[in-house]
């Protein structure tokens, strides 16, 4: 049993066919690289997938250093629902926010815990891999991309921190759509994405109508049009093969789940 009070997921076959029908899907951000965004990233999907109507949300943070618990503490509004976890408690928090009834679940990760991000990367329907466009942060993106394709997941690439109508952006995106998906989207370098987030705030928050609360809101639009094409398949899969061809260790070896609708938040643990 772990700390959060709840026995380990069931991994029978039951179990798993439980699981995949119901409609939740997890969506990690990761990069092995320090300074990337993605606590503020998560944060801030988070928030605009609540406003979407996707709910219910949660956040889950795996980081040690709680950055994005700290933010959690300091929201006065109870949505998203955010919440302190280990990697390696990932799989029972999970099974913990289906039974409670979230359908969309964000994770925030530390920076180069190989292990760490495997663990949560196995989780996940999603990876979303914020990269700044610098040649040091490119030359770390392979690290991360061979942990999201050995887990056999979906990602995508978020060109982040961006400085406008600068020629080194465009040849950041060209550069990691040799390794996979980049989002349509970039978000650029403003100080409000980290203002906004002092007192617990997004950007859309502050001010609905500025140009970063635009960027969030299509990097949104974009990200959950990739998650229902996501749910078609699992879907398509499921209808496709008897359950009892599903591995006993869970739907994280079967490209899983489901689509968003979302919750709340506590500023503690897990569970507390």
């Given at each position: 049993?772990?700390?959060?009070?709840?026995?380990?997921?069931?991994?029978?076959?039951?179990?798993?066919?439980?699981?995949?029908?119901?409609?939740?899907?997890?969506?990690?951000?990761?990069?092995?690289?320090?300074?990337?965004?993605?606590?503020?990233?998560?944060?801030?999907?988070?928030?605009?997938?609540?406003?979407a109507g996707n709910g219910p949300v949660a956040v889950v943070d795996t980081d040690p250093q709680g950055s994005?618990?700290?933010?959690?503490?300091?929201?006065?509004?109870?949505?998203?629902?955010?919440?302190?976890a280990a990697a390696d408690e990932l799989p029972d928090v999970l099974e913990r926010l289906r039974n409670e009834g979230y359908k969309l679940v964000f994770v925030d990760t530390p920076p180069a815990v190989t292990s760490s991000i495997a663990e949560v990367v196995g989780q996940s329907d999603l990876v979303v891999i914020p990269t700044r466009p610098s040649p040091h942060d490119l030359r770390a993106v392979g690290a991360t991309v061979d942990i999201v394709e050995a887990r056999g997941r979906a990602m995508v690439f978020v060109v982040n921190s961006a400085t406008p109508r600068a020629r080194i952006t465009s040849e950041a995106a060209i550069a990691l759509s040799q390794h996979g998906t980049v989002a349509p989207v970039t978000l650029h370098h403003r100080v409000d994405y980290a203002a906004s987030m002092i007192d617990g705030r997004t950007v859309m928050e502050v001010n609905e109508k500025?140009?970063?609360?635009?960027?969030?809101?299509?990097?949104?639009?974009?990200?959950?049009?990739?998650?229902?094409?996501?749910?078609?398949?699992?879907?398509?899969?499921?209808?496709?093969?008897?359950?009892?061809?599903?591995?006993?260790?869970?739907?994280?070896?079967?490209?899983?789940?489901?689509?968003?609708?979302?919750?709340r938040r506590t500023g503690g643990t897990f569970g507390q």
């Amino acid at each position: 049993m772990s700390q959060f009070g709840f026995m380990p997921s069931p991994s029978s076959e039951d179990g798993v066919a439980r699981r995949i029908g119901q409609e939740m899907q997890v969506v990690a951000l990761t990069s092995q690289k320090g300074g990337s965004g993605k606590t503020t990233l998560a944060g801030h999907l988070a928030v605009e997938a609540v406003r979407a109507g996707n709910g219910p949300v949660a956040v889950v943070d795996t980081d040690p250093q709680g950055s994005l618990r700290g933010w959690g503490r300091a929201r006065a509004d109870t949505d998203p629902a955010v919440f302190a976890a280990a990697a390696d408690e990932l799989p029972d928090v999970l099974e913990r926010l289906r039974n409670e009834g979230y359908k969309l679940v964000f994770v925030d990760t530390p920076p180069a815990v190989t292990s760490s991000i495997a663990e949560v990367v196995g989780q996940s329907d999603l990876v979303v891999i914020p990269t700044r466009p610098s040649p040091h942060d490119l030359r770390a993106v392979g690290a991360t991309v061979d942990i999201v394709e050995a887990r056999g997941r979906a990602m995508v690439f978020v060109v982040n921190s961006a400085t406008p109508r600068a020629r080194i952006t465009s040849e950041a995106a060209i550069a990691l759509s040799q390794h996979g998906t980049v989002a349509p989207v970039t978000l650029h370098h403003r100080v409000d994405y980290a203002a906004s987030m002092i007192d617990g705030r997004t950007v859309m928050e502050v001010n609905e109508k500025s140009r970063s609360a635009k960027e969030v809101v299509e990097l949104w639009t974009y990200l959950a049009s990739r998650l229902e094409r996501l749910q078609e398949e699992v879907r398509e899969r499921v209808e496709e093969q008897p359950k009892a061809s599903f591995p006993a260790h869970g739907p994280a070896d079967v490209h899983r789940r489901t689509a968003p609708t979302f919750g709340r938040r506590t500023g503690g643990t897990f569970g507390q």
